[in-house]
């Protein structure tokens, strides 16, 4: 189930501290692709919020 950005941010907050991590496959082998100096992209589609942009903002900040 698809949940809203509010009840997410809600239910984590019950939970400090908390580290948000992305995954997934594609996301995954771009990574690993990337740490072995491979030139890499992925084609995602994402909505214009927070977490969007962190996920954008890990992959880019490793290498993808």
Not at 19 to 43: C, D, H, P
Request: proline share 2%; charged share 20%.
């Amino acid at each position: 189930k698809i949940i809203n950005l509010d009840f997410y941010n809600k239910l984590l907050a019950k939970f400090k501290p908390t580290t948000t991590s992305f995954g997934g496959s594609a996301s995954n082998t771009a990574y690993v692709l990337s740490s072995l100096n491979g030139k890499v992209g992925i084609y995602v589609a994402l909505s214009d919020e927070d977490l969007a942009h962190q996920f954008i903002k890990n992959l880019t900040d490793k290498g993808v």
